[in-house]
């Protein structure tokens, strides 16, 4: 494998790790806002 390849590779897995921290972001402040609007109610 050349060190281009490698260094692609290392990108792609730390773009996919990106996209799963925001996804599981985004479901925390799901959660959050729909434990808010429960309080408010």
């Known amino acids: 494998m050349e060190m281009k390849d490698e260094i692609k590779l290392k990108e792609l897995e730390n773009e996919k790790k990106r996209l799963d921290n925001q ?4 479901e925390l402040v799901k ?3 729909k434990g808010t609007l429960h309080n408010i109610v």
């Open 23 to 26: 996804k599981e972001l985004i």
């Open 31 to 33: 959660e959050f806002i």
